[in-house]
């Protein structure tokens, strides 16, 4: 623990009574947290809207002005990884639990209970899956570019830092290396030890809900899912344990094949013309109608505001409790890239990638709905595998589901504690191992306490709150990004450039 920071006492010291509390008075801790969400959401769902929104469109333009251009590192850097195996890791990262969790429940969800159409007609239809487009699509991976290129751009064009903090220093100068510092990075932890509970609570319930589908004696309850925790626990920690280039590579690229495998499955037993259709019409309504989703807050009907909060304002926390360790992660296998090519990279692909995803799982879905599967009727963690019951072959599809959901949740475990090790270590360095236990420790007991006092619903709740702190962090980290790169004019545009940096860079963090 010698590496350590004073951040992981700070982290702790938050992190920990909560945890002890949630053990002791589960109870108390629901109403706590119910209390805080209402609060939160209430006052505040509007600042989560445009937090998210800035922050995209502030990628998008960085990404098309004459600094996109700019490497993230020195300017004869190449990428570390290659292409194929840098979207693997960005994407298992990223979304990976989260869309197979909800690749059809959420639009089975908004198609019996939709935002503005009747309930399960065509327009219903239409909605749910312009919605859930919405809500996987441009904007989560916006907050996750721009973190992620702020870190990228700190840690290999400049040698600062490796931490969020020091990716704050064009607008905070030298408060970054005292208690101000410690302050932010503080708080990117518990936004993401939360964020990745959310994660691992859904993940662990779905795994539940999995094994209750393929063996009836098997209960759906948090008995279950603690053992499941549990045992998982150990699995990433092993994984976690044997670095970025080994364990978390491997598995990464295993989580690829497994769900390339199983949403071939689905389009092809299911009705894929429809279902390609579906993407293509999709995508039109979800483009043309971005900006009236992106700030709508139903101030004038009560029925559309709780929806957008209970759904958008959910998902939006969700995505920027979940952005310090994704983007951490992120910028910690993009050295060499353009900003420009980081940016299309991190944006299209995946948006494009989940598109095609609750095209298929939710458009199936909702097909198997209108034929009286009546999946909205079974827990929400349970509807995939009632999706593939429908299907020829479905047992062992829900089989193959199932190792999908496993390497996803110990994919994204593992990459968690690595980079809650980061965060927390001087310097930004690689965790030792101590520390990565530590944390991966915390992290699977604070998703066992938030089922244990409140499922699902609690688990979502942290996230929300959590996140509240840190989308003022992130908007900080977007003007001192553009402050940085203003001051690219005034730097030397020789090969060397970045020379330091890099070399810094290289000594605080690729270290496998």
Request: glycine share 10%; proline share 4%.
């Amino acid at each position: 623990m010698r590496r350590s920071s004073p951040v992981l006492w700070a982290s702790l010291a938050v992190v920990l009574p909560f945890v002890l509390w949630g053990a002791v008075w589960p109870g108390s801790l629901a109403s706590a947290t119910e209390a805080a969400r209402g609060f939160v959401v209430d006052r505040f769902g509007w600042f989560y809207l445009l937090t998210a929104t800035i922050v995209l469109v502030a990628a998008i333009a960085l990404a098309a002005s004459r600094w996109g251009k700019v490497r993230l590192g020195r300017d004869t850097d190449e990428p570390e990884y290659s292409t194929t195996a840098w979207f693997a890791m960005l994407f298992s990262a990223g979304m990976g639990i989260g869309l197979v969790f909800w690749g059809a429940a959420e639009p089975v969800a908004h198609f019996v209970a939709p935002p503005t159409a009747d309930p399960e007609t065509t327009q219903a239809a239409r909605d749910a899956l312009r919605y859930s487009f919405f809500h996987w699509g441009l904007h989560p991976w916006g907050i996750y570019a721009l973190l992620a290129l702020a870190l990228a751009y700190a840690r290999f064009r400049r040698g600062w830092r490796a931490t969020v903090s020091g990716a704050l220093r064009p607008v905070l100068g030298d408060r970054v290396d005292g208690p101000l510092g410690t302050v932010v990075d503080t708080a990117a932890v518990v936004a993401t030890v939360f964020g990745v509970a959310t994660s691992l609570g859904l993940g662990a319930a779905q795994i539940n809900g999995g094994l209750h589908s393929l063996a009836d004696g098997i209960p759906i309850g948090s008995g279950v899912q603690l053992a499941i925790i549990a045992v998982v626990t150990v699995l990433f920690l092993v994984s976690a344990m044997s670095g970025i280039n080994r364990g978390i590579k491997w598995l990464s690229t295993a989580n690829v094949v497994l769900a390339v495998g199983l949403f071939a499955f689905v389009l092809l037993t299911a009705s894929s013309g429809r279902l390609v259709g579906a993407f293509t019409t999709t995508l039109g309504g979800y483009l043309a109608e971005l900006p009236t989703m992106s700030l709508q807050t139903g101030p004038f009907d009560e029925q559309r505001a709780e929806w957008i909060n209970g759904w958008t304002v959910f998902y939006w926390a969700w995505w920027i409790s979940w952005s310090p360790f994704v983007a951490t992660f992120i910028a910690r296998i993009s050295r060499g890239r353009t900003i420009r090519e980081f940016v299309v990279g991190v944006l299209a692909v995946p948006t494009l990638v989940s598109g095609l995803w609750f095209s298929v799982f939710g458009g199936a879905a909702i097909l198997a709905e209108q034929d009286g599967a009546e999946l909205a009727g079974q827990p929400t963690e349970s509807q995939l595998f009632g999706l593939l019951d429908t299907l020829p072959g479905g047992l062992v599809a829900g089989i193959g589901a199932m190792l999908l959901i496993v390497t996803f949740f110990v994919t994204s475990a593992d990459s968690a504690t690595f980079v809650l090790g980061s965060l927390t270590s001087r310097e930004g360095r690689d965790p030792a191992r101590s520390v990565t236990v530590v944390w991966g420790l915390v992290i699977a007991a604070s998703a066992a306490v938030l089922l244990v006092s409140g499922g699902l619903v609690a688990v979502q709740t942290a996230s929300i709150v959590a996140a509240f702190p840190f989308a003022v962090v992130l908007l900080l980290v977007l003007a001192a990004l553009v402050r940085g790169l203003r001051e690219e004019s005034r730097r030397p545009r020789d090969p060397a450039v970045g020379a330091s940096a890099g070399r810094a860079g290289a000594g605080e963090v690729v270290r496998t």
